[in-house]
């Protein structure tokens, strides 16, 4: 039914001095109701719940309803988070996010949920969580002009918002509260609430979720120990992830004002540093193990390949340093994981997915005895010096033990270790 006159007049209070800050974008579709101070609430009856289904799951809840979010795994929970929250304080049913490649997807029944990966329901004990493809057959919706709408014929009213990351949940719930429209989308605008500008003043609230949401299932945990099973007793790990800052600016058709690269030889020349580097801190009869988003093939990092497809000279300097690599003799460590993906699938059409992927090469990098990377400003021309599934990695490498703590090489140039180690 309709809001009271009191609450209806609130509310619209509140939107209009939120709604000058730029952060909030609503659509609302299906029979207009009365505006209340410019606002116009549309309510409807929702769909009746088939009987195979719970009625509490379509008759009186409302949800909250994540989309798609361009950042990885390591990043998307801070998003998740939010959305998590939000929906706790508003008292909403939250809708798992699909997933895929390590990417939050908006609700898709042929994809796998946020929940087959990652412990939602432990992080969150108190929230009533649905799967995808639950809310999808009692509320079935389309994108329609870069807009979400209910399917035709379908009858329940959609709001979409692009909350700001200074907007807290405690601000946003009591708006949502039980009440008003049926499913509220939470959307992603790249310039102004990418998942990490949420790490900003987290509050302790959000914070808890984040680090619970960092907690694999059984299911993965298992997968990826099928793979650690086929190591050797010792290893060692180099993480080069080659897509620094300097060549992100340039896969993006920038180029760096002060410090351009050089497309025919940056790669090259950042091998060279890698290898020489490395070479350091182990012994010739070292198991060095390289994964690399440098590496092409089964189990190599496609996910920008779009963006390199008319810079000819950077792709064959890319390939000229992946041979070069190739020939110190280390193991591929992404065609190892290629490979075993492929041949054992965790789920069909998961065989080479890259979220799964990166979950095995950070528990790999874990557990090897001696780590060589790049977080460090004199590597971070060569290598990404703020990624976070490094940061991962550190993490439970100083805390598993001193022998990892102090077998963690964080620069390959200048042989940076940990304070306890050096």
Known sequence: GHLCAKEMRLVGK??????????????????????????PWQVQAAKAAPESYSAWSYQAERYIVMDERAAGMHANRFCVAYAMRLATLAKRVFVVPSMQDGHVKFPNATLRDVIDFWELAAAAPGLRIMRAKEFLHS???????????????ARFTVQQMFPSVSIREKELAP????????????RENLTKNVCLNYR??????RWNFVVDLANPTAALRRYAEGFLRTLPAKFTVVHWRSESAHVWLRLRGVTHSKDPVNETSHHQTCARQVINGTRQFINATDEVI?????????????????????????????AAAESMLMSTGWTNGDALVGK???????FPGYGADIGIQSYIIERAAILATNLITCVQTDCARCGLAESMLVRTILRDRWNKSNATKCGTV????????HKDCQ
């Open 410 to 417: 964080l620069s390959w140039t200048s042989g940076a270790m």
């Open 340 to 346: 075993y993906m492929s041949e054992n699938p965790m």
């Open 290 to 318: 390289l994964f690399s988003d440098v590496h092409r093939g089964v189990g190599g990092f496609a996910a920008h390949d779009y963006m390199w497809e008319n810079l000819t000279e950077f792709q064959a300097d890319r």
């Open 200 to 205: 900003r003043a987290m509050p302790r609230g």
């Open 139 to 153: 509320h079935p919706m389309e994108m329609q002009n870069n807009e979400w709408r209910p399917a035709p014929g």
């Open 14 to 39: 509140a939107l209009a001095l939120l709604m000058p800050l730029g952060y909030f974008a609503a659509l609302h579709f299906g029979r207009r109701s009365p505006s209340v101070e410019g606002f």
């Open 175 to 186: 708006l949502f509260r039980e009440r008003g429209i049926d499913v509220l989308v939470l």
